[in-house]
């Protein structure tokens, strides 16, 4: 695949069911991959604390789950970069796995969310089954313990749903000790599985205002990302683009 830079966040250039496909390959083959997703907020997050952008450059996929940074890619590097929601590219990968089913962990969310998500995930998708899960709100003296619960379960893969920088940090931190084919930290899914928030519609996504649809969701925890975050994006964009970085 190849791979573009914005403000030294790496962006791949592929669709969802390319890079679906590529990881499950992997996954089959028992080959272990990093995944990510970044958007816009995570790109300015980035910017400012070279831990977080040193340890997205290591990650072995990083998808553009937003359509404000997938526009800015394609401006900047004059080539189409596909908006690679993370809910398109988990269907992909979950549609048709194998004659076996997928062992999933979910580690993210309230402790009540998180365990309607491991109900639900597998009645959403039936070539899964989830083997363990976790909330999302532990201490960093708590990780050791987390790793190893994640480890006897047997999972394949592990699905953070937590905030960032800390769902990145934790897999880079811990990527030797991980016994899963594939970790990724899916933003705000395990909230839709265990039925806190809402999926927009297919037709939200694919128009490129799926952030509106957020934001009327979750107007208190969203509208710095949309505005201040926003603007600041469009800084670094421009900066880039005009070679003053």
Known sequence: MKR????????????????????????QKGIRTSVAAVNAAIIVMAARDQCLCGAL???????????????????LFRRRV???????????LFRDPGPEKLRVFLLGARPEIVASAAVQLPRLH????????QHGYFNTEDEDQIVESIEHSGAQILLIGIST????????????????????????????????????????????????FRLVQEPRRLWRRYTVDGLAFLH???KQAFGMQ
């Open 57 to 75: 450059q290591k990650f072995d996929v990083v998808i553009a789950d937003g359509a404000w940074t997938a526009v800015a890619a394609s401006l």
């Open 4 to 27: 573009v830079h914005i403000s030294g966040v790496p962006i791949d250039v592929t669709t969802a069911e390319d890079a679906a496909g590529w990881v499950l390959d992997r996954i």
């Open 126 to 133: 039936p070539t899964v089954t989830v083997v363990g899960y």
């Open 82 to 92: 596909p908006h690679t929601n993370t809910s398109p590219f988990i269907r992909a």
């Open 165 to 212: 920088p800390k769902k990145e940090l934790f897999i880079r931190r811990h990527w030797s000790r991980l016994n899963v084919c594939m970790a990724f930290g899916i933003g705000g899914l395990v909230d839709i599985w265990g039925g806190k928030t809402s999926e927009a519609p297919e037709w939200v996504r694919k128009s490129g205002f799926e952030w509106l």
């Open 236 to 238: 670094i964009v421009l």
